[in-house]
């Protein structure tokens, strides 16, 4: 029985005007043995390594991975059923992208 549970593993970041895109992540293997202890906590690492080769662009990331950053964040935050299921995205105003996103990851994900 599918219970739609969640636990909050990273946060990504995304600017149009300074095509600022990053994310940090963090899989609690405790939290998630908790909710699912059929879940493969390698395969879930496998896959948000993946999220992150995409969010930086590099090369070995396919196609996904070599569009402009705004297509990118695009396509890391659409809805999908998959393991690994983001949130909304959520506007907002910052100087400091890189602080930004590790005071997020600090209060959503640690």
Known sequence: MEREEFINVGVGIFSKSTRFINMRYH???????????????????KNLESFKRICAGEKDAGP???????????????????????????????????KTLNSLFEEMVL
């Open 64 to 98: 996904i991975g070599q569009m402009d950053a705004a297509s990118r964040f695009r396509w890391l935050t659409a809805t999908r059923s998959s393991v690994i299921q983001t949130s909304q995205t959520h506007p907002g105003f910052s100087k400091d992208l890189e």
């Open 27 to 45: 899989l609690d293997k405790n939290k998630l043995k908790a909710i699912c202890p059929d879940c493969d906590p390698e395969e879930i690492e």
